[in-house]
């Protein structure tokens, strides 16, 4: 899973991300880029121009939503059954498909945003104590680019 969260885990207002970190989205496409993405369709639709490039691209729709660019499937069961043992699969969003497939997943890569937004309607899943070991952190200050303090982090299961 990958994501930027709040101090309060939020992900997100209105289907939209709550920060603009430029580093951030750098590393996400260095991370995602050449693997496969799995969404949902709210995030799908988030999406400026798309589908991303250089990426599977997965969303769930029980709907059968219209995604130009990336597969559909009703599940995701379906959609992890889709993907061979070989493939990297990060589970990009949004907050249902984060709480759903939490307890799949080995590896968050997390940005961890120094703040806690007015306003937020998504949020990313508690870590559960003792289920999950930070192995990387990677601390960043805010500049004229960012507009708060964050860390790189990423966790492994336990």
Not at 92 to 111: C, D, F, N, R
Request: charged share 25%.
């Amino acid at each position: 899973m990958i994501a930027a969260v709040a101090e309060n885990m939020a992900i997100g207002n209105g289907n939209k991300l709550i920060y603009w970190l430029p580093d951030d989205l750098k590393r996400f496409k260095q991370l995602t880029t050449g693997h496969t993405i799995i969404m949902g369709s709210n995030t799908f639709r988030s999406l400026p121009k798309g589908a991303l490039p250089n990426r599977r691209n997965i969303v769930l729709s029980r709907k059968g939503a219209d995604c130009p660019g990336a597969e559909v499937f009703p599940s995701f069961e379906e959609a992890i059954g889709s993907c061979s043992a070989e493939e990297q699969i990060y589970i990009i969003g949004g907050e249902k498909l984060y709480t759903y497939a939490m307890p799949y997943a080995t590896t968050l890569y997390l940005t961890e945003v120094k703040d806690t937004p007015k306003e937020a309607d998504a949020f990313f899943p508690s870590l559960a104590a003792g289920e999950w070991e930070a192995t990387e952190r990677e601390e960043r200050l805010k500049d004229e680019k960012h507009s708060h303090d964050f860390a790189f982090v990423t966790y492994k299961r336990v």
